[in-house]
């Protein structure tokens, strides 16, 4: 299993409260990615790092907010939340895969957070 | 426009028993295909991952195969247990980056009754 750790696992907060979403990794990845999941649906890209002090918004459109200080940490920040924001955040790191060359890279997700905005 | 495509979108089978669920993909240019489990509340893990000279690939009771030409992919599960019960998530990449761009299905939800 990764060593890829994401918290709180859950979390239901009011509308307008500014809130953080915790992922680390001790696996030294440079690559960091924040996915969007609603209950059904694919995996939507809103964020990635390629290292420190690098960060880019991924295909979805997204309020929030990440950065990118330590190689291990790469935490996802939403100023207001809103009802709308409810859904499952998971964040995932990635190596090359030495079987299949430099781009193939194998990525390892985090457990996820559920984030429930009331 | 790169997509991929999976079903059925659910499935239900009794303990035992066999089952192949199906991923038809438009990524170009392709890199690798991979095959995901993600149980309920959880991340997705990774089950096995073939590039385009790769036509089966194994893990455990876990069989994939993939034809580059048609652009499809399936997994084949053997003598299926509860412990299946998950989404399957086919997950294609292409060539294209540096970062390995992921395309992810929406998965097949797979359910074993005992």
């Known amino acids: 299993e990764a060593d890829i750790y994401q918290t709180p696992r859950y979390l239901v907060i009011g509308t307008g409260k500014k809130i953080t979403l915790e992922c680390s990794q001790t696996?030294?990845?440079?690559?960091m990615y924040w996915y969007q999941q609603d209950p059904g649906m694919e995996l939507h890209l809103i964020h990635y790092s390629y290292g420190v002090n690098s960060t880019e918004k991924g295909d979805l459109s997204s309020e929030s907010t990440v950065s990118r200080i330590r190689t291990e940490h790469f935490p996802l920040t939403l100023e207001s939340a809103r009802p709308s924001h409810t859904s499952q955040y998971l964040c995932?790191?990635?190596?090359?895969?030495?079987?299949?060359?430099?781009?193939?890279?194998?990525?390892?997700f985090g457990p996820g957070t559920r984030l429930t905005v009331t | 426009k790169n997509q991929v495509e999976q079903s059925p979108q659910s499935l239900i089978i009794l303990e035992g028993k066999n089952c192949t669920l199906q991923c038809n993909y438009t990524v170009s240019p392709f890199s690798n295909l991979r095959w995901y489990k993600q149980d309920t509340g959880r991340g997705p893990v990774s089950l096995t991952i073939?590039?385009?000279?790769?036509n089966t690939k194994s893990n455990g009771r876990y069989t994939a195969t993939l034809d580059a030409d048609t652009k499809q992919s399936s997994l084949h599960i053997t003598a299926s247990q509860l412990s299946d019960s998950a989404s399957y998530i086919c997950v294609v990449s292409d060539r294209g980056s540096t970062l390995g761009r992921l395309y992810f299905g929406r998965g097949t939800q797979l359910t074993v009754w005992p």
């Open positions: 696996m030294g990845h440079d690559k």
């Open positions: 995932a790191s990635s190596q090359p895969n030495p079987g299949t060359g430099y781009t193939s890279y194998e990525q390892y």
């Open positions: 073939m590039t385009f000279s790769e």
